[in-house]
């Protein structure tokens, strides 16, 4: 568990692409972005600095900008998912100024609806129509954890004489990028059951809780459990290493399962009911 003070590291290839750094293709790169989370839950408290090429740097920023408003929004109720009073002050001012990426208008314009036809009987149609948060593509949030997570490995075995870190070893293979309502469904809880004893190599909360990581090696194999969590709202979980030793992991997980249901004109619609987790059952981030 890293002390509430800030690392920096004087490193000499960017941790993401790999290019060598010079002053003219560098730029200074908060791990935990500082506008990702609530305005100064930051402050006096752990964080990861470094040095990163102009192009990486760019990307991930433009993979923080919508996802952290995105996850910062409150749920359909109206409720926010952390308690911080910055949060829902930040949220609201994000909800007009980032754009969603999946639908490219502002987040707060960007709840998905869902309309679903059918006839209940012969002449008796019904509708119904269901509006949900909005969307971050789960394509987007693998991609912004993959920077997180190989920041931090890069961090964890840093040569400070060469000014180089390693890549995440082997594979990365993408497990399941979740929204808090569904923390419990029966995938994330057979990830966390199975991972939960494997080593901790860094696992830590900042940002008074908007952001938690952790990195885990099984006893045995070259195989690490890496999962994150952004603003008391959103997980991503993943794994890394030797190809094998994923597709066994993988192939050991439940199915998703839900319920298909099929339209008239051929279309069909999978429905699951959402799975919370209650605190008492939440390790995925214990020391
Ligand atoms: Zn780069």
């Known amino acids: 568990m890293p002390s509430n003070r800030v690392v920096i590291l004087r490193n000499r290839v960017c941790p993401y692409c790999r290019i060598d750094l010079s002053p003219g293709n560098e730029s200074t790169e908060h791990v935990v972005g500082r506008k990702f989370v609530p305005k100064g839950t930051l402050e006096n408290q752990w964080n ?136 419990g469904n029966d995938v994330a809880r057979a990830f966390m059951a199975r991972t939960r004893s494997w080593e901790p190599q860094l696992v830590f909360t900042t940002a008074s809780g908007h952001f938690r990581l952790a990195i885990r090696k099984h006893p045995d194999k070259q195989m690490w459990s890496l999962a994150t969590e952004w603003n008391e709202n959103y997980r991503v979980m993943a794994l890394c290493g ?34 919370q987790l209650a605190t008492e059952d939440d390790d995925l981030f214990a020391p």
Not at 157 to 164: A, K
Not at 256 to 275: C, F, H, N, P, W
């Open 48 to 183: 990861l600095i470094l040095k990163a090429c102009d192009n990486c740097n760019g990307n991930k920023a433009d993979l923080e900008d919508d996802i952290s408003a995105i996850t910062m929004q409150p749920d359909v109720s109206g409720q926010h998912f952390g308690s911080h009073p910055q949060l829902a002050k930040d949220a609201a001012h994000k909800a007009t100024k980032a754009s969603s990426r999946h639908t490219g208008k502002a987040v707060g314009d960007s709840q998905p609806n869902l309309v679903v036809k059918g006839e209940l009987a012969k002449g008796v149609s019904v509708t119904f129509n269901f509006t949900g948060q909005a969307v971050i593509s789960p394509e987007r949030a693998f991609d912004l954890a993959a920077y997180h997570f190989q920041a931090f490995f890069f961090y964890l075995t840093f040569n400070p004489g060469d000014g180089c870190g390693p890549e995440l070893p082997g594979v990365y293979a993408e497990i399941q990028a979740v929204s808090k309502r569904d923390w």
């Open 242 to 275: 030797e190809e094998s030793d994923l597709r066994e992991f993988m192939s050991g997980l439940p199915a998703m399962g839900g319920e298909v249901y099929r339209g008239a004109d051929g279309s069909t619609l999978i429905a699951r009911t959402e799975k």
